[in-house]
């Protein structure tokens, strides 16, 4: 499953403090047990003292490969542990626009 291995290689790369890996792909117009919409949320030490730019292009070379034969689209999440803290929840999706749904 594209899902478990998403959650492996970022649990190897970043020693995750939190990690949810969700598959979003029943919001859109794509077959019935598909993996091609994905959110991750990702709370690291890796990420103190780094941009939003950079945490995001550290998970999209950590998942490159899925990223180029798998994955249609991905949400990223990146926190540092304080940042998590402080938050009240993860933010929603937004609805598919396209596709008929």
């Known amino acids: 499953m594209?899902?478990?291995?998403?959650?492996k290689k970022l649990h190897l790369t970043f020693n995750p403090i939190?990690?949810?890996v969700i598959n979003e792909s029943y919001m859109h117009n794509v077959p019935a047990g598909s993996e091609s919409h994905f959110k991750v949320v990702v709370v690291s030490e890796q990420f103190e003292g780094?941009?939003?730019?950079?945490?995001?292009?550290a998970i999209n070379s950590a998942?490159?490969?899925?990223?180029?034969?798998?994955?249609?689209?991905?949400?990223?999440?990146?926190?540092?542990?304080?940042?998590?803290k402080s938050l009240s929840g993860i933010p929603e999706s937004p609805?598919?626009?396209?596709?008929?749904?």
């Open 2 to 7: 594209i899902q478990d291995q998403v959650e």
């Open 18 to 20: 939190h990690l949810q």
């Open 50 to 57: 780094k941009r939003l730019l950079m945490r995001h292009r």
């Open 63 to 84: 998942l490159a490969d899925e990223l180029a034969n798998h994955i249609h689209a991905l949400s990223i999440n990146a926190y540092t542990d304080s940042e998590w």
């Open 95 to 101: 609805k598919c626009a396209g596709g008929g749904k």
